[in-house]
């Protein structure tokens, strides 16, 4: 079965410093990995994807997040926060099954600091 | 400007009235799903349709009922809803690859007085 698990609920970081947002998954098949940001009262967008090519993903806005089978991590990152980057974060796990079944993380609330 | 739309973005409604979301995708896709959106809860599948057939009901009350008339289009129709189905309803459209992401509109944001 599959599940995500983001470790943090809150993360506060002043702008221009690093952002790492954690997730933890778990999957019976070779899994479809993705992050989306959603800021208020808008959808969600895409950020990224990772479907079995390179580990390290690039995205969106300066975001990447790398895929460690090992650790069964694929942790958000960028390397200098904007106060634009402040919205809800989700990680979501799709397995390669043809269920065409997503499963969503609690997401993560990123706060920046001036 | 998103490929999903969903219309209209904010409505209010009371416990006996009858009302419809809608979305349409313009992006050539197939799938096209329902979530629910409720303050300090995960995102809740609803519904999945897949070539306009019903593929995922997640044990939702009958008082929201989907209707997809064809692969661009999905709605939820709403009667006697309770206060607590107050939330932000997000449709999203998948295309056929496997490894596809889901594409998301803004959202209606339904509140139940």
């Known amino acids: 079965a599959q599940s995500v698990t983001q470790l943090d609920s809150h993360v506060s970081v002043s702008e221009g410093t690093p952002v790492l947002l954690r997730c933890n998954y778990s999957?019976?098949?070779?899994?479809?990995l993705f992050w989306y940001v959603q800021h208020p009262n808008k959808g969600l967008q895409l950020l990224l994807k990772?479907?079995?090519?390179?580990?390290l993903v690039k995205g969106i806005n300066g975001f990447e997040a790398e895929f460690k089978k090992s650790e069964t991590s694929f942790h958000l990152t960028k390397p200098s926060a904007h106060m634009s980057d402040a919205a809800e974060y989700f990680c979501?796990?799709?397995?390669?099954?043809?269920?065409?079944?997503?499963?969503f993380g609690t997401g993560t609330r990123l706060k920046v600091l001036a | 400007e998103t490929g999903v739309t969903q219309t209209p973005r904010h409505l209010v409604m009371g416990m006996t009235n009858k009302k419809s979301l809608k979305c349409e995708q313009h992006l050539g896709h197939n799938a096209m799903y329902w979530y629910k959106q409720s303050a300090k809860k995960p995102l809740e599948l609803m519904f999945v349709y897949n070539f306009k057939e019903q593929t995922e009901n997640n044990s939702v009350p009958s008082r929201f009922s989907p209707e997809c008339p064809n692969s661009s289009h999905l709605f939820l129709h709403l009667h006697t809803l309770q206060p607590e189905d107050s939330a932000l309803y997000l449709c999203?459209?998948?295309?056929?690859?496997?490894?596809?992401?889901?594409?998301f509109g803004n959202g209606t944001r339904l509140t139940v007085t």
């Open positions: 999957s019976s098949y070779s899994p479809s």
């Open positions: 990772y479907t079995s090519a390179a580990t």
């Open positions: 999203a459209s998948r295309g056929q690859g496997i490894n596809s992401p889901l594409h």
């Open positions: 979501v796990v799709s397995e390669s099954s043809g269920t065409y079944k997503y499963i």
